[in-house]
C-alpha cells in the first residue's frame, strides 16, 4: 500500500473516482462468488446422481468467467491500495484514508452511500469508534504557522 496521508479535501475528493472502483470491486467479487457457487452445486449433483452427463464447454467458459471476474477483483483492490486508500469491508463498501492530525495517524471514515466523508477514527477504534468531523477537527487538521 501507498504510505500517505491525505486531507480531508484530498480524500473528498476522491470519492468519485474509489466509489465507481469499489462498485466494480463489489460487481466483480459477486460474479466470482456466482461462479463458484455453480460449480460447487454442479460438483454436488455429479456426485449425488453418481455421475453426469455434463456440457464442458458451458463449464469451462463459467470457469473461465470467475477466474477473469476474480482477477478483475484483485486488480481493482490493488488499484485503491495503490491510490493509499485502505478497503476496509468490501461487504458495506468501507473505505478508510490515513490523515494526519496535530502529528497524529487517525483515518477518515466512508461508507457507500454516505454523501461526503463526514466521520473518522483513531487506528484502534474502528467503524464502531466513528467520530462526528467538526470544527476542532478541521482547525487540528490545518497545519500551525
Partial sequence: MANRSFTLDEAKNLLPVL???????MEARDQAQQVEREMS??????HNAGGLLVDVRHVATR??????????????????D??????????IGLLD???????????LCWKLG?????H?????EGFR???????SFLRSQKPKQ
Fill in 97 to 107: 484514508f490515513p490523515c494526519t492530525v496535530e502529528g497524529k495517524t487517525v483515518l
Fill in 41 to 46: 452445486d454442479l460438483k454436488t449433483h455429479i
Fill in 114 to 118: 454516505e454523501s461526503t466523508i463526514s
Fill in 129 to 135: 469508534g466513528r467520530k462526528v468531523i467538526d470544527e
Fill in 19 to 25: 466509489e465507481s472502483l469499489l462498485r466494480a470491486a
Fill in 82 to 91: 495503490s491510490i493509499g486508500v485502505q478497503v476496509k469491508d468490501l461487504d
Fill in 63 to 80: 470457469k473461465a468467467q470467475g477466474e477473469k471476474a476474480l482477477q478483475r477483483l484483485k486488480d481493482t483492490l490493488a488499484e485503491v
Fill in 120 to 124: 473518522w477514527h483513531g487506528l484502534e
